[in-house]
């Protein structure tokens, strides 16, 4: 048969089964469909194809688009001075604490610097499982906007510095980069101040009686010219999609519907097979290699630790179990921290080795922070219920009849 026809039935049969597959193990589904991916390509049933790699590129962009979607500019831009002030010390410690526990343990740059990579990313996928207006999701989104920015910013650099080394053509490009944001904001102040004067426009752009799909139609149009504009300028498309979704949010909050739109498309098909590429894109026959699996384990424990640490910046804005879930949910970096590994391999500033375990490692964050979110959630989820009944049993009428619980 066919290798084209073998993928194709293969990513459909996965993408329609793996979330009974997680339902089954009780785990989230993005885990389910990397591991998924791993064992199908070990098999030779999945492997590199110029097709599958270009969508699930795409599925990785829409991926960040919907995360952008998720960014209320209003409310981050709104919200306390202390806030604000606690998320970047949050990520200020991250590389702090990154650059002095690599340098004791002796990592090369290439890995300091994929330790405190923050990607929000997967805060769409975790939208979808828990309330968005959740504490710690809520809180998870303001960190990670700014940990985001200065994630793409470092990548840039790395980026730029394996290529062009640290002379004026890095500075050329994080000129670029500068202008690129300092030209976004301007441009968002003045469509501010044309929707304010002018609101009829966005309901003009946006209908809220659409029989032709406008909505989508603008901002699927609005997604591609920013990554074309990414790739005009030669920075990382990553970012170009983001600020798509972040505009979409703040200029067309009006329109409910149009998240959920996005997001059946993204989910139910682009963004499942951006999972399973990051998993065939890991060969488990490394696993055999002596320090692959060690090593890939200590970067991820440190990963994960100093979130942990640094999230007691967090515990002045937030209650214990909001920190330490937030912490958890800034953990899964993956596709930065993939970025990272390859731009690192391709320069040959570390080996195939480090590129193995830092793959293997991204893989590691993610299923242990979603398992750990969903174990915290659920006890806390207990916790609630215990207290419920208790403060029924307690009451001289009997307790309400309205739950708190959901």
Same mark, same amino acid.
């Given at each position: 048969m066919d290798r084209s026809i073998v993928l194709i039935l293969a990513l459909s049969l996965l993408i329609w089964t793996s979330p009974y597959i997680a339902k089954a193990l009780r785990m989230p589904t993005p885990p389910v469909?990397? +591991? %998924?991916?791993?064992? #199908?390509?070990?098999?030779g049933i999945l492997g590199n194809d110029e097709f599958f790699d270009m969508i699930a590129e795409m599925g990785f962009l829409y991926l960040m688009f919907l995360a952008g979607m998720e960014v209320n500019l209003k409310e981050i831009t709104g919200s306390e001075k202390g806030t604000l002030r606690q998320a970047m010390l949050f990520v200020g410690s991250l590389w702090i604490l990154s650059v002095t526990s690599g340098t004791l343990l002796g990592y090369s740059p290439i890995v300091i610097v994929s330790l405190p990579l923050i990607s929000i990313g997967l805060l769409a996928s975790l939208s979808r499982i828990y309330d968005k207006k959740t504490p710690w999701l809520q809180l998870s989104v303001t960190v990670g906007v700014i940990g985001e920015i200065t994630s793409i910013v470092a990548l840039t650099v790395l980026d730029a510095a394996s290529t062009v080394g640290f002379g004026l053509k890095l500075w050329i490009k994080l000129g670029?980069?500068? #202008?690129?944001?300092?030209?976004?904001y301007i441009l968002y102040r003045l469509l501010k101040l044309l929707f304010w004067w002018f609101p009829e426009i966005k309901s003009e752009l946006m209908p809220k009686l659409d029989t032709s799909d406008q909505d989508? @139609?603008?901002? *699927?149009?609005? /997604? /591609?010219? #920013?990554i074309t504009l990414m790739l005009v300028l030669h920075l990382e498309l990553a970012l170009g999609s983001f600020i798509a979704g972040v505009a979409i949010s703040a200029f067309f909050h009006h329109k409910k519907s149009l998240e959920d739109k996005m997001s059946s498309l993204g989910f139910g098909f682009l963004i499942p097979l951006?999972?399973?590429?990051? !998993? +065939?894109? /890991?060969?488990?026959?490394? #696993?055999?290699?002596? !320090?692959?699996f060690t090593g890939a384990l200590l970067i991820t424990a440190l990963s994960i630790s100093i @979130?942990?640490?640094? %999230? /007691?910046h967090l515990r002045k804005i937030a209650d214990y179990q909001s920190a330490l879930t937030t912490a958890f949910a800034l953990s899964m970096p993956l596709t930065l921290l993939i970025a990272v590994a390859t731009i690192g391999y391709t320069s040959g500033n570390i080996?195939? *080795?480090?590129?193995?375990?830092?793959?293997l490692a991204s893989l590691f964050e993610v299923i242990v922070s979603m398992v750990a979110i969903k174990t915290i959630e659920g006890i806390s989820h207990k916790k609630a219920i215990e207290r419920y009944r208790k403060q029924k049993e307690e009451s001289p009428a009997g307790g309400s009849s309205h739950s708190p619980v959901s």
């Open positions: 469909e990397i +591991v %998924a991916g791993s064992i #199908l390509a070990y098999f670029y980069l500068s #202008l690129f944001i300092a030209g976004i989508i @139609r603008l901002s *699927m149009s609005l /997604f /591609f010219i #920013l951006f999972f399973i590429h990051v !998993g +065939v894109s /890991f060969d488990l026959e490394s #696993l055999a290699i002596p !320090g692959i @979130r942990l640490i640094s %999230a /007691f080996d195939i *080795m480090i590129y193995y375990q830092m793959i």
